[in-house]
């Protein structure tokens, strides 16, 4: 038969880290293709991202799928515009392959947008910058049953404006080994490190009850960079809140 053409497709997807072991597949690939018996709906949830939309995606398009990510998100880490990609022979409409794709996926995860792209687009590859949000409750209750997977719960007030000094030096291309526990040999050492902002009372409601009148202080460290090594922007936050605390100067 005449050789079937693959069509390479980018998907934005929103996820809730603490439901899953990180993006990157933890089983060897070649597994995704055992699948339980019954309605997919309520199959397991896989480990990782990356695993878990393979599966799916090979079930609905019925061939072998892999799917490449803009970043390597670590277990507990959110996002909500991952850009993933993968090639397909299908030639189901981008509508409804979403919209079939978020009928199956597990709670937590999801597809907002789906096109068609050139075969020379990769996630990771082509992206020019990456923005993470890390969010900081500072002088926060000893518990939240709503907010402990989303923010630091962090006591005591901080010096914003320390904080923001500090961080200006940090602005350019820099080796940024010391901000990551464990550097692979072969990567890059080098990033760029575009922005990063302090926001303070990122979320305000005039509510008399409930969880989001509590997150009034909330304070967001906005990091751009064109990549990052891991655990780079924790330890970026971490050494920036010792400032921000009369620990460093």
């Given at each position: 038969?005449?050789?079937?053409?693959?069509?390479?497709?980018?998907?934005?997807?929103?996820?809730?880290?603490?439901?899953?072991?990180?993006?990157?597949?933890?089983?060897?690939?070649?597994?995704?293709?055992?699948?339980?018996?019954?309605?997919?709906?309520?199959?397991?949830?896989?480990?990782?991202?990356?695993?878990?939309?393979?599966?799916?995606?090979?079930?609905?398009l019925?061939?072998?799928?892999?799917?490449?990510?803009?970043?390597?998100?670590?277990?507990?880490?959110?996002?909500?515009?991952?850009?993933i990609?993968?090639?397909?022979?299908?030639?189901?409409?981008?509508?409804?392959?979403?919209?079939?794709?978020?009928?199956v996926?597990?709670?937590?995860?999801?597809?907002?947008?789906w096109?068609?792209?050139?075969?020379?687009?990769?996630?990771?590859?082509?992206?020019?910058r990456?923005?993470?949000?890390?969010?900081?409750?500072?002088?926060a209750?000893?518990?939240?049953?709503?907010?402990?997977?989303?923010?630091?719960?962090?006591?005591?007030?901080?010096?914003?404006?320390?904080?923001?000094?500090?961080?200006?030096?940090?602005?350019?291309?820099h080796?940024?080994?010391?901000?990551?526990?464990?550097?692979?040999?072969?990567?890059?050492?080098?990033?760029?490190?575009?922005?990063l902002?302090?926001?303070?009372?990122?979320v305000?409601?005039?509510?008399?009850?409930?969880?989001?009148?509590?997150?009034?202080?909330?304070?967001?460290?906005?990091?751009?960079?064109?990549?990052?090594?891991?655990?780079?922007?924790?330890?970026?936050?971490?050494?920036?809140?010792?400032?921000?605390?009369?620990?460093?100067?």
């Amino acid at each position: 038969g005449a050789l079937e053409i693959k069509q390479r497709y980018a998907l934005w997807i929103q996820y809730d880290g603490s439901l899953f072991q990180g993006f990157q597949r933890l089983s060897p690939r070649g597994t995704q293709a055992f699948c339980p018996p019954g309605n997919p709906r309520r199959w397991p949830r896989r480990q990782t991202i990356q695993e878990e939309l393979e599966v799916k995606l090979s079930l609905l398009l019925r061939e072998d799928i892999q799917v490449w990510g803009s970043g390597r998100t670590d277990a507990g880490v959110h996002a909500t515009a991952q850009v993933i990609a993968f090639d397909t022979t299908s030639r189901l409409a981008p509508e409804a392959m979403m919209r079939n794709l978020n009928a199956v996926l597990p709670t937590g995860l999801c597809v907002t947008r789906w096109r068609a792209v050139e075969a020379s687009f990769h996630p990771r590859f082509s992206a020019k910058r990456r923005t993470y949000h890390y969010y900081l409750w500072p002088d926060a209750p000893s518990g939240s049953a709503f907010w402990s997977h989303h923010c630091w719960l962090r006591p005591g007030t901080l010096d914003l404006d320390s904080m923001r000094q500090a961080a200006i030096p940090l602005l350019g291309s820099h080796d940024f080994s010391a901000y990551t526990r464990k550097h692979e040999g072969h990567e890059a050492r080098t990033r760029n490190l575009q922005e990063l902002n302090i926001h303070d009372r990122v979320v305000s409601t005039q509510l008399q009850s409930g969880p989001w009148l509590q997150l009034a202080p909330l304070i967001c460290f906005e990091v751009c960079a064109n990549a990052f090594l891991r655990r780079m922007v924790r330890q970026l936050v971490t050494n920036l809140v010792k400032v921000g605390s009369g620990e460093w100067p």
